[in-house]
């Protein structure tokens, strides 16, 4: 068995999730030794279920690494319009985090370190010293839709471990940008929520979807294939997964799933909508320099953001913000 490109679906209902976790590691043969970063999807400045990762989950999580390793911490970014130390409160994520003997860090005051891109139209990126200088790194994505890349899971949470709060400028480059951060920080385990996923338009915004899943792999890739197998969406028309898939030469056939049948669990999700605001953002984002004019000014971000509410609460009500 190829435990490379292996993505093991488990069942998890709330009361299963640390035994099916213990399940999870032994399976794939993830030890964690030394210092170990966990990176969680935290993108909201509060909870919001099939948004951001269970903070029971993280909390369970980070005991079972804590039986063996010296150091656990979990690391996100600033978000665009809050400090991460926000998220991490009002999430719940530091309380459990912190109880169960680890600690958070916020990528975004770290110290920083320049790493370069090779044959990319990015040339560098900085990244956080302290995730570079870990023995592991433990991907903890969330299943769901998102308006401007249709699917959300392993490879994209990786975005977020570029600590500028202006990373969505690289949003012109996502592919290019996803495949180097792949490249350079693969994970060295993948633990997917799929407890309540989300459908519609995520990554905040959507609907929740009952799962009771979690998926496991050793390559983020292949579990996003299989992700997306599950959701109905087909992963080939999702950029970024199929540009990495043409450059590592990965085949969905090669793919092993093991646990659940993944024909058992396949629930169809339903797609974003592409209302005027995301096909306006979507135009935006083919041009590096438009992308920068319409995000440099956090002010006119918020006023724009207030007339999107308004005009979905106006024209579609259950888009409306959160």
């Not at 994209?156 to 592919?175: C, E, S, V, W, Y």
Request: proline share 5%.
């Amino acid at each position: 068995m190829d435990s490379e490109k292996s993505v093991f679906l488990l069942r998890a209902n709330e009361g299963e999730i640390e035994s099916v976790l213990k399940q999870a590691l032994k399976m794939t043969g993830f030890k964690a030794k030394g210092t170990v970063v966990i990176k969680p999807n935290i993108c909201a400045p509060k909870y919001v279920p099939g948004a951001v990762t269970s903070p029971t989950l993280l909390g369970i999580l980070v005991r079972l690494l804590r039986n063996t390793a010296e150091t656990v911490i979990v690391g996100e970014s600033d978000g665009y319009n809050y400090p991460c130390e926000l998220a991490f409160k009002k999430t719940g994520i530091k309380k459990v985090v912190e109880n169960a003997g680890a600690t958070v860090l916020n990528f975004s005051r770290d110290a920083l370190v320049r790493v370069r891109f090779k044959g990319s139209s990015v040339k560098s990126v900085y990244l956080p010293k302290t995730l570079l200088n870990s023995d592991a790194l433990v991907n903890v994505p969330v299943m769901k839709t998102h308006e401007f890349t249709t699917y959300s899971g392993a490879i994209k949470n990786l975005f977020g471990l570029i600590p500028d709060n202006r990373r969505i400028f690289l949003h012109p480059h996502l592919n290019e940008v996803l495949y180097n951060i792949f490249i350079h920080l693969k994970p060295d385990i993948t633990i997917m929520d799929a407890l309540t996923a989300m459908q519609g338009n995520g990554p905040t915004k959507g609907k929740p979807v009952r799962m009771g899943l979690i998926l496991t792999s050793r390559c983020p890739l292949s579990l996003d294939i299989v992700a997306a197998r599950i959701m109905n969406i087909d992963w080939r028309r999702v950029g970024h997964l199929l540009y990495i898939a043409e450059k590592i030469g990965i085949r969905e056939e090669n793919i092993k799933t093991i646990g659940c049948d993944p024909d058992e669990v396949t629930y169809s999700f339903a797609l974003p909508e592409a209302d005027l605001p995301v096909k306006l953002q979507h135009k935006i984002y083919e041009h590096e320099f438009l992308t920068k004019i319409a995000f440099c000014n956090s002010k006119l971000i918020k006023i724009l953001q207030k007339f999107i509410n308004q005009y979905r609460k106006l024209l579609h009500p259950a888009r409306a913000s959160l």
